[in-house]
């Protein structure tokens, strides 16, 4: 903060030293002195001019007006014959060379109407000038109360040498409110157009505020502007939304695909639904944690890459539970789906049970690393969020590696031999239990980076893995038992579908109508959207 | 080496109380391509399941190379003990390419079977042998049924097997298709290796087998050549008179 300044500081020293040279300009500081310890009239017109320099002034001649203004409000100025004392530092106040103020030196006093002058002076002068950022938050609140009275170019100058972000955006706004509410027609006009250029329902509001304006009857050319800004916005707000909800559904759909497509390819290998498959998402996201939670320990310094650092933790910590899962429990119930399906519900809970006993019912914390963390604002109240883009791409990548996996190594050939025929795959050679196991190993540990992924997103706690399951098994449905294309494209449907309807009547009715959609669609085609070629047994 | 290569002794399947298969016993010596004959439900495809592990016998054994006795073993292992068997009904996996259903038979992935140039090799030869070779890259959905057939035995074929299994091999193939299957089990005989063939087909049966064993409920109820299995009046009976 303080060396970005710096050199601004000697720049602007720089600019200044030939009007010091001339000699003009201790004769206009002298001067505002002057006015600062006269009449109430006087004093208001001082104001005026520190609001001015704040504005349009070098960063040397605020340094030099930022003490006067607040020095008048704190009753600190002791003027004299010879001009006035900045009591707090015991220096002039035109040359800032130490002196002491004569004895019957005298302290003006602010009318109530010069206050509010002052004290707008001095925001103004805190804002370009203050090193500390949350006074100059502070003075951008002052600034707040009334933009109408502001200098013109202060806030368009204080925006450009901002160096806080949302800062900047907070003061960026305030000088379209000032635009707007601007003297000049011409300006409002203008104003208009630009806020119009970035959409949003803040904007919308600021808008819509002017057809209550006098001006919106009376002239009609800033009528017109004002109807084509708020249409122009509305358009924009709608398309912001529209983009928004896809991106959610995207994102969402994302995290449906990692849970489903490891329970697909369970499904399609053994006739088993995993039910467990939600807990072990929890699993993921809570393996996620620890791994966060060592490294704040061992190391500090690589806290923020601990979403990459726990990917290989995550999935094999719950491939290893999935393996064990297989081999312990559905090994011996082979061929007997139901006793299968209660099994993998029974650990379902156990896992649930267990995590609660361990870690409690509440939400984890997450730190937010910086590669997840805010987004670019598109249209509207659109934001391209990184959180949900690390999901997004998290998942394309697990989809190209799932497919690589399946398509490219010897595992996967083995695998999709069993998932179509496993009596013919047995009597090759292949063997079934084997791929059965590690087919199972793949499936937990996708749903384990699923967990992962939604880390920053969702909320994490032992029941999240409910709000999974049912959705990852209506994808396995519709998608088609056992591929890979059907799961992508019944996790995208499905996902956007959810969030398109989520808001309308709510989270419930979203699931319902979800589930009569599938319903209907397989009386239509029971096999899925992607039959899967060969034949189960 | 043995000369037997596989021995069938008292076998019993029963499902439920019905006997599939009732105190068999058979021998099938290397270098032979003996054909398995027989009505409907006499337990041909049973006694292969039996063989190949799928179905667990209630009572006999069966050992291999005259020895070793694989009763019970799960159907990898039995597999890998170098007995294929291809099904009676169609059994490609109809995702993958002809290429890598060789490659799946040769065994690729956990076994130790050839790899990279010698796999390729290997898959080169079992295509050229079923007569595939310009299909390699096909799906095997998109097989012809005959293609199918052959594919499924060059599956089977691929690893090389001491005893190979084929259960009805010509099943609703056209004459020429027939007489090509035949040719091929024909060359796949060798000294070292036992052919066993479920069939209907007669006239197939006659021109590959050079021993016929006819099932009939579950038992033997002859074993010779195919010209003395005409003209036994039991056979007549049961099967041919019908
Ligand atoms: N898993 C089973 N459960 C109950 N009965 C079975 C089973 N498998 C076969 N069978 C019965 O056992 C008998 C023998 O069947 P098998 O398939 O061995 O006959 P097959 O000789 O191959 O006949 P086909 O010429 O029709 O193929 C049949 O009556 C069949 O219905
Ligand atoms: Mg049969």
């Given amino acids: 903060m303080t060396l970005w300044r710096l050199p601004l500081l000697i720049a602007g020293l720089l600019i200044a030293a030939p009007a010091c040279a001339a000699g003009a300009e201790p004769a206009a500081r002298a001067a505002l002195v002057e006015k600062l310890c006269g009449n109430a009239g006087q004093m208001g017109e001082a104001a005026a001019a520190l609001s001015t320099l704040a504005a349009s002034g070098t960063p040397e001649e605020i340094g030099w007006a930022a003490p006067l203004a607040r020095a008048a409000l704190d009753k600190t100025l002791a003027c004299d014959d010879t001009g006035a004392v900045l009591a707090a530092t015991g220096t002039d106040a035109v040359t800032r060379a130490p002196r002491a103020p004569a004895p019957d030196a005298r302290t003006p006093v602010l009318s109530l109407k010069n206050r509010a002058v002052f004290e707008q002076a001095d925001a103004a002068l805190a804002l370009r000038s203050a090193a500390d950022p949350a006074t100059r938050t502070a003075a951008l609140a002052t600034l707040e109360r009334r933009p109408a009275a502001l200098p013109e170019g202060l806030l368009e100058a204080a925006a450009q040498g901002e160096t806080d972000p949302g800062l900047r955006t907070r003061i960026e706004t305030l000088a379209q409110t000032a635009a707007l509410n601007a003297a000049d027609p011409a300006a409002r006009i203008r104003a208009i157009g630009r806020i119009a250029e970035h959409p949003s329902r803040r904007a919308l509001t600021q808008v819509e505020a002017l057809a209550k304006d006098p001006a919106y009857a009376a002239d009609p050319a800033f009528r017109q502007a004002v109807d084509a800004g708020l249409a122009t916005i509305r358009r924009g707000i709608a398309l912001g939304d529209a983009l928004a909800t896809l991106y959610n559904g995207l994102s969402f759909a994302s995290i449906l695909f990692m849970a489903a497509i490891g329970l697909a390819i369970i499904f399609g290998l053994m006739g088993v639904i995993n039910l467990a498959q939600g807990e072990l998402i929890m699993i993921g996201a809570y393996v996620t944690w620890l791994v966060q939670q060592g490294l704040r320990q061992a190391a500090p310094a690589l806290l923020d890459w601990y979403l990459v650092l726990a990917i290989p933790v995550a999935f094999l910590v719950t491939a290893g539970i999935g393996i064990a899962l297989e081999a312990l429990l559905l090994r011996h119930l082979y061929r007997r789906p139901l006793m299968s399906l209660l099994a993998t519900w029974a650990v379902s809970l156990f896992l649930v049970n267990t995590v609660r006993v361990v870690f409690g019912t509440q939400n984890l914390q997450f730190e937010t690393p910086f590669y997840v963390s805010g987004g670019v604002p598109v249209i509207g109240d659109f934001i391209f969020t990184w959180n949900r883009m690390f999901a997004i791409l998290f998942a394309a990548v697990t989809l190209l590696v799932t497919w690589a996996t399946v398509r490219k190594t010897p595992l996967g050939l083995n695998i999709r031999a069993v998932t179509q025929n496993r009596d013919m795959a047995a009597c090759i050679g292949i063997p079934t239990r084997r791929v059965d196991m590690m087919a199972f190993g793949l499936g937990s540990g996708l749903a384990g980076l699923a967990g992962l992924a939604l880390s920053p997103i969702y909320s994490v706690n032992p029941q999240m893995g409910q709000n999974f399951i049912i959705d990852s098994f209506m994808v396995v449905v519709l998608g088609g038992v056992g591929t890979i294309a059907g799961t992508v494209v019944a996790a995208l449907g499905i996902g956007q579908i959810n969030v398109l309807i989520e808001p309308l009547w709510g989270a419930v009715a979203a699931k319902v109508i979800v589930l009569l959609m599938i319903i209907a669609f397989l009386q239509w085609r029971p096999e899925g959207l992607f039959a899967v070629k060969g034949r189960r047994k | ?242």
């Fill in chain 2, 1 to 242: 080496m043995s000369l037997t290569a596989l021995l069938v002794d008292g076998l019993t399947v029963r499902f439920g109380s019905f006997h599939a298969i009732d105190d068999l016993s058979l021998a099938i010596d290397y270098g032979e391509v003996r054909a398995v004959i027989g009505p409907n439900g006499a337990g041909k495809t049973t006694l292969l399941d039996v063989i190949s592990g799928i179905t667990r016998p209630k009572q006999g054994r069966v050992l291999f190379d005259g020895r070793e006795d694989i009763t019970g073993r799960s159907e990898a292992a039995i597999a890998r003990a170098g007995i294929r068997r291809k099904f009676q009904k169609p059994s490609v996996f109809e995702g993958l390419t002809v290429r890598q259903h060789i490659a799946i038979g040769a065994g690729t992935g956990f076994r130790r079977g050839p790899e990279g140039p010698a796999l390729e090799d290997r898959i080169g030869e079992v295509l050229e042998t079923v007569g595939l070779a310009d299909q390699a890259g096909r799906l095997a959905g998109e097989l012809g049924h005959g293609q199918k057939q052959w594919l499924e035995i060059g599956m089977v074929l691929a690893s090389d097997p001491r005893v190979l299994m084929l259960d009805e091999p010509v099943a609703g193939l056209t004459d020429e298709e027939t007489a090509r299957t035949a040719a091929l089990v024909r060359a796949l005989n060798r000294p070292d290796r036992a052919i066993v063939v479920v069939e209907h087909d007669m006239d197939f049966v006659e021109r590959i087998a050079d021993k016929v064993t006819v099932l009939h409920e579950g038992r033997t109820l002859f074993e010779g050549p195919m010209d003395k299995v005409r003209a036994d009046a039991g056979v007549v009976d049961v099967y041919l008179g019908r």
